[in-house]
C-alpha cells in the first residue's frame, strides 16, 4: 500500500502545488489523477518517487517514509518503482532490448552497468517482457524508428525489467492516437490485475480514466477535491474537479 499523509510542496515565487494532500492507493489497483492544467498532479507523482523536494508531509511506501530515507536507501526504494514519461525517456540510438535491459541496471553493479554486461537470464526476460507489450517483432529495432505507442510499450516493458511493486506514470497517452492509448492503457489495466502492481498514472481524459481505472482522485490548485470510486464519479463531480472547489467534493 502507498499512504500519502499531508503531504505539501510550494515552489520559487510562491507558488503552492500541493496543499496538504492525503490518499491511499493499493496493490492491484489502477489510481487515476485528473484535474486542470497546473493543478499539481506532475509534482504529487515526482514526489512520490522524490525527483523534486517537497515541504512536509509523509509517504509511506513499503513500510518505509521515502522522505526520510538516506540516499542510498531511496535509491534501494526506487528501483521498486517503475516509472513511464509521456516523452517515453528511452535512448534512442539503441534498441528495443537494449532500452528494456536498462530496467536492471539497479540490480547490477557500476562496471556490470556501464559495460552493459547482461545474463542470459536478463535477456531472456526482456524478451518475454517485450513480447508481453505486444513487441516482438521489434525487440532488435532501434527506438528512433518506432511510433509513439510503441515507444511508450517499450518504457512499460523496461519499467517491468526493474521488478517493480508500483508504477507512476505522467501523462502517458497524451500524445498517442486513439488505438495507440487504447493499447497502453489496456496493458496498464492487465498489468494491475495480473501482477498485482500498484498504478498510479496522471490523465486529462476522463472518460479514460472511468474505463480503466478503479480509483479516482481530483487534484485541483494543489488541493484532492475528489478522493472514490471512478466508475461512481458523477458528471457533477466530475465538473466541480475541474472548475475548482475548496472543499472534498461529494453528492
Not at 174 to 183: G, K, Q
Amino acid at each position: 500500500m502507498l499512504e500519502v499523509k499531508n503531504l505539501s510542496k510550494t515552489y520559487e515565487g510562491g507558488k503552492k502545488s500541493l496543499r496538504d494532500v492525503s490518499f491511499t492507493a493499493k496493490a492491484g489497483e489502477v489510481t487515476a489523477i485528473i484535474g486542470p492544467s497546473g493543478a499539481g498532479k506532475t509534482t504529487l507523482l515526482r514526489s512520490i518517487n522524490q525527483l523534486i523536494t517537497d515541504d512536509s508531509g509523509q509517504i509511506l511506501f513499503d513500510g518505509q517514509n521515502i522522505r526520510e530515507l538516506s540516499r542510498r536507501q531511496l535509491k534501494q526504494t526506487r528501483s521498486k518503482i517503475g516509472m513511464i514519461f509521456q516523452n517515453y525517456n528511452l535512448i534512442e540510438p539503441l534498441t528495443t532490448i537494449e532500452n528494456v535491459l536498462h530496467g536492471s541496471l539497479a540490480r547490477k553493479s557500476t562496471i556490470a552497468g556501464v559495460l552493459s554486461l547482461y545474463s542470459k537470464q536478463e535477456k531472456q526476460e526482456a524478451l518475454q517482457l517485450i513480447d508481453e507489450v505486444g513487441l516482438k517483432e521489434f525487440a532488435f529495432n532501434y527506438c528512433s524508428d518506432l511510433s509513439g505507442g510503441q515507444k511508450q510499450r517499450v518504457g512499460i516493458a523496461r519499467s517491468l525489467m526493474q521488478h517493480p511493486k508500483m508504477m507512476l506514470c505522467d501523462e502517458p497517452i497524451a500524445s498517442l492516437d486513439p488505438r495507440s492509448t487504447t493499447m497502453v492503457m489496456t496493458i496498464l489495466r492487465r498489468l494491475a490485475d495480473e501482477k498485482q502492481l500498484m498504478i498510479l498514472i496522471n490523465l486529462h481524459q476522463v472518460d479514460i480514466a472511468k474505463t480503466y481505472a478503479d480509483h479516482l482522485i481530483g487534484l485541483n490548485n494543489g488541493r484532492i477535491v475528489f478522493d472514490g470510486q471512478a466508475a461512481e464519479a458523477t458528471d457533477r463531480q466530475i465538473e466541480a474537479i475541474y472548475s475548482g472547489v475548496d472543499s472534498l467534493v461529494t453528492e
